[in-house]
């Protein structure tokens, strides 16, 4: 009979004993989905950083809304490129309808401002010119649209685009349709583009052909008189 104490014999009996034992102390292969979705992991997630931008509303008629040219040519647009270009952060609204007068726009200003508004840019009253309409109505809807903005967000800034009349209206119209613009912007501390088209007068080149609108060159120039106001603001 063998002798189970051999030297030999010993170290062969250790060794598969500790074969055995690392055997069972292997990680199991099979996890259970149970396991997988308890086990902890680390998420690495990118945080993109969102600046919030302030608001422009250009609230107007065919003039505001580019009529007759691609949405890119208006001159809102145009003032959308020219911050962006400095760097500056704010987004234009462009709330131009065609055809609209002082009353339309005072129907609309409660659903324009469902946006918030940092700069309010009033641009009405050229149509009432056309249809001559009241200039007492065209006054008061006016001044009601700022109440309006006003009582919604006392913070925000306003801008008063003047209009002017043509002189075979008479001089007592073209004054006082005139004045109706300087004296709301004097009597809401607002600021003021003495005359939205300033530069086009006697220039038909400048129109899309009905002597009234703006083409794309000549929004070009209304974009410089309402930049001239509006660059203090921002």
């Known amino acids: 009979m063998m002798n189970l104490m051999h030297p030999s014999i010993l170290k062969l009996l250790l060794a ?17 989905i149970k396991e997988v979705i308890e086990q902890p992991s680390i998420t690495i997630t990118e945080v993109k950083k969102t600046e919030k931008k302030k ?3 250009f609230f107007g008629d065919s003039l505001t809304a580019g009529f007759g040219l691609d949405e890119e ?29 002082s009353a339309g726009g ?8 469902n946006n918030p508004v940092d700069v309010f840019v009033l641009e009405l009253g050229a149509n009432d010119m056309l249809r001559g309409l009241s200039l007492t109505e065209t006054d008061k809807n006016l001044r009601d649209i700022l109440d309006v903005v006003k009582a919604q967000n006392s913070e925000a800034s ?15 119209y073209v004054d006082n349709f005139k004045n109706i613009f300087h004296t709301i912007a004097k009597d809401y ?20 052909g009905d002597g009234k609108h703006p083409n794309a060159e000549g929004q070009k120039i209304v974009t410089e008189n309402v930049w001239n106001v509006l660059k203090a603001y921002l």
């Open 16 to 32: 598969t004993l500790f074969i055995m034992a690392s055997c069972n102390n292997t990680p199991k292969q099979n996890t259970s």
């Open 73 to 101: 040519e208006s001159f809102p647009s145009l003032i959308q490129n020219r911050i962006d270009s400095l760097g500056l952060k704010y987004n234009v609204v462009n709330a131009g309808l065609s055809g609209e007068t």
């Open 55 to 57: 608001s422009i509303i």
């Open 158 to 172: 306003i801008i008063v685009a003047g209009m002017e009349a043509p002189p075979n209206m008479g001089k007592d």
């Open 106 to 113: 005072k129907g609309r200003i409660e659903w324009v401002l």
């Open 189 to 208: 501390e607002a600021g003021l583009i003495p005359f939205l088209l300033a530069g086009l007068e006697g220039k038909p080149e400048m129109s899309i």
